[in-house]
């Protein structure tokens, strides 16, 4: 669509899948515009989207990425933290935007975002909002209201991806996650939106990841 902007300044390995279930996301990634992710800490469902969304990005296959997630922190809010909105929000971005930058290099992920083809979006200023030619990534979506799950899935224009990456055992939310009523919906009015479900054995993190993660659900599920 767009040439190969990148193409001449890094060369990169493809996205190489761990396991099964890794390789069924990333084939979602390639073949629908919109994919549900969910499942534990350290299964890698956020960085295959931030590598694929860089990807794209590189090849000019898209003309912007932009991420987003719920502002319903697992600890302290986001007031606590000084600066505008966008700023609060950053630091919540970092395994992505570190993902990114790696694969488009420091440069070019630095050019991108002062030219906003890189953008960190709040729900709190998504309203009115309408994205097209854009990989979108909705992270931490277990705590989304089923309202915000509208807005945000009506946000989705033309030549569009979405990720929606959560994990509903891990809502913070005092009423029912928008996420596991969006699920619900796809499976029962059989949308075409592929649902991809990691498990602990799914984990590639590490050895004591996988082990804290089982022992967690174990205690949770007593």
Known sequence: MHGGKFDHERSLAP???LNATQAAYLSALRTHPQTIVLGPAGTGK?????AHAADLFRQRRIGRIVLTRPNVPAGRSLGFFPGTLE???APW???VVDTIRERIGRGAFDIAMKNGEIEMVPFEVMRGRSWSDTFVLLDEAQNATLQE?????TRLGEDCTAVVNGD???CDLKETSGLAQ???MIREQELPVPIIEFGADDIVRSGVCAMWVRAFARVEGA
Do not use: D, S
């Not at 799950?149 to 899935?153: G, R």
């Open 15 to 17: 996205i190489k899948p």
């Open 46 to 50: 956020t960085w295959m989207a931030a």
């Open 87 to 89: 700023e609060k929000f």
């Open 93 to 95: 971005a970092v395994p």
């Open 149 to 153: 799950m509208k807005t945000f899935l």
């Open 168 to 170: 509903v055992g891990q």
């Open 182 to 184: 969006v699920i619900a």
